[in-house]
């Protein structure tokens, strides 16, 4: 089967989902193109069966702004027609779906047939879609897909509130490959952050407000005074001065490290004793599933789709947004003795398991079966 893959290239749960999947169906003898303006970032091109297609954005004395989505249908049915592709799959509504859609039409128009599957992560719902100049757009990018997919249960209700949806919308969940996070823990990385009496806690994001960064440093203020810490902020994004300022105001430069963004936050996450993910909404928290990969529990809001991946008390606690001060106290409960760590730990990794790309991978190739 030849695959097209549309997704973003960034460091964004989407762009690692979609490129892990297509990398999955390389490995199985799928020959797959990935279709975006720049390589994503976990591509590998040195891999068999996988191609990729870059976007050119140009700028044009025509338009103030570059119109992506035309270049990208251009290039998608460009692609189609020469690389002969059997199937397309978006990832986000728009522009990548209603890209997808318009390509399709002018294929059908040369006689070429083009399905194409659409899935839905989360800010093109629960952001974009409360906005009204989006709205019509997103819906009738969902309508005119071939299949929808969310990655969540939560995410499913969500489009079904925002929009008019006219078909079923099947629920794929994120995954990972459990064999990448494997034997990453190295202790001379852990020594380089903390002393042997020493926890870490960890958090990464994109530093916006949804995040509620502030509030992972609050907690980590309130467990570092019953148990002394080190704090590891992974990413980088616009509130970061913010959270600076907030650190210089409780007096814990010392022990709150800033590492911006990196490629290395398996082995970041590996050292680390408990992750913390406060956010206002998650479609579904891929990056807490990275963190019990390495064996980590996790300290989490209960919005959205975490609750469908942070099991409470067992791979770590769940609060509600904002209850800095019960997740401070749920931190302290999983760190109060090593027994404890230990068990959180081996939940954590055992869970993340359920997830493993084997397992979701089939839930898609049948969607690619039924489509072709």
């Given at each position: 089967?030849?695959?097209?893959?549309?997704?973003?290239?960034?460091?964004?749960?989407?762009?690692?989902?979609?490129?892990?999947?297509?990398?999955?169906?390389?490995?199985?003898?799928?020959?797959?193109?990935?279709?975006?303006?720049?390589?994503?970032?976990?591509?590998?091109?040195?891999?068999?069966?996988?191609?990729?297609?870059?976007?050119?954005?140009?700028?044009?004395?025509?338009?103030?702004?570059?119109?992506?989505?035309?270049?990208?249908?251009?290039?998608?049915?460009?692609?189609a027609i020469h690389e002969k592709l059997d199937i397309l799959h978006v990832?986000?509504?728009?522009?990548?779906?209603?890209?997808?859609?318009?390509?399709?039409?002018?294929?059908?128009?040369?006689?070429?047939?083009?399905?194409?599957?659409?899935?839905?992560?989360?800010?093109?719902?629960?952001?974009?879609?409360?906005?009204?100049?989006?709205?019509?757009?997103?819906?009738?990018?969902?309508?005119?897909?071939?299949?929808?997919?969310?990655?969540?249960?939560?995410?499913?209700?969500?489009?079904?509130?925002?929009?008019?949806?006219?078909?079923?919308?099947?629920?794929?969940?994120?995954?990972?490959?459990?064999?990448?996070?494997?034997?990453?823990?190295?202790?001379?990385?852990?020594?380089?952050?903390?002393?042997?009496?020493?926890?870490?806690?960890?958090?990464?994001?994109?530093?916006?407000?949804?995040?509620?960064?502030?509030?992972?440093?609050?907690?980590?203020?309130?467990?570092?005074?019953?148990?002394?810490?080190?704090?590891?902020?992974?990413?980088?994004?616009?509130?970061?001065?913010?959270?600076?300022?907030?650190?210089?105001?409780?007096?814990?430069?010392?022990?709150?490290?800033?590492?911006?963004?990196?490629?290395?936050?398996?082995?970041?996450?590996?050292?680390?004793?408990?992750?913390?993910?406060?956010?206002?909404?998650?479609?579904?928290?891929?990056?807490?599933?990275?963190?019990?990969?390495?064996?980590?529990?996790?300290?989490?809001?209960?919005?959205?789709?975490?609750?469908?991946?942070?099991?409470?008390?067992?791979?770590?606690?769940?609060?509600?947004?904002?209850?800095?001060?019960?997740?401070?106290?749920?931190?302290?409960?999983?760190l109060k003795d090593q027994q404890t760590l230990d068990l959180f730990k081996?939940?954590?990794?055992?869970?993340?398991?359920k997830f493993s790309i084997d397992k979701v991978l089939p839930l898609y190739?049948?969607?690619?079966?039924?489509?072709?």
């Amino acid at each position: 089967m030849k695959i097209g893959v549309v997704c973003y290239p960034t460091y964004g749960g989407s762009g690692i989902v979609a490129t892990e999947l297509g990398k999955a169906f390389a490995e199985k003898g799928h020959e797959v193109h990935f279709i975006s303006y720049r390589q994503p970032v976990r591509l590998d091109m040195f891999s068999k069966n996988i191609f990729f297609h870059e976007v050119d954005i140009s700028d044009y004395p025509l338009f103030e702004h570059s119109p992506y989505e035309l270049t990208l249908t251009s290039k998608l049915v460009d692609v189609a027609i020469h690389e002969k592709l059997d199937i397309l799959h978006v990832h986000y509504a728009i522009p990548h779906a209603s890209a997808a859609y318009t390509a399709k039409k002018i294929l059908e128009s040369k006689g070429l047939k083009l399905p194409f599957i659409t899935t839905l992560h989360g800010t093109d719902i629960t952001l974009l879609g409360k906005d009204q100049s989006f709205k019509p757009v997103i819906e009738f990018a969902i309508n005119h897909s071939d299949v929808v997919t969310t990655v969540s249960e939560s995410l499913k209700r969500d489009t079904l509130k925002y929009f008019n949806v006219k078909e079923d919308i099947k629920v794929v969940p994120n995954f990972i490959d459990c064999t990448s996070y494997c034997n990453s823990f190295d202790q001379s990385h852990r020594d380089y952050f903390a002393n042997n009496d020493e926890r870490i806690l960890i958090h990464v994001s994109n530093f916006r407000k949804v995040k509620r960064v502030e509030d992972v440093i609050r907690i980590f203020d309130i467990v570092n005074k019953k148990t002394t810490s080190k704090l590891l902020l992974v990413g980088d994004g616009p509130e970061r001065a913010n959270l600076e300022s907030l650190c210089r105001e409780l007096g814990i430069c010392d022990s709150v490290k800033f590492l911006g963004k990196t490629k290395d936050i398996t082995t970041l996450m590996s050292i680390s004793d408990v992750f913390l993910l406060p956010s206002e909404n998650e479609s579904f928290g891929l990056v807490a599933l990275e963190a019990m990969a390495c064996g980590v529990p996790v300290v989490s809001s209960n919005a959205g789709g975490l609750t469908e991946v942070n099991e409470h008390g067992k791979t770590g606690y769940l609060s509600d947004v904002g209850d800095v001060e019960g997740m401070a106290r749920f931190t302290l409960d999983i760190l109060k003795d090593q027994q404890t760590l230990d068990l959180f730990k081996k939940s954590a990794l055992l869970h993340s398991e359920k997830f493993s790309i084997d397992k979701v991978l089939p839930l898609y190739e049948a969607i690619y079966d039924s489509l072709v």
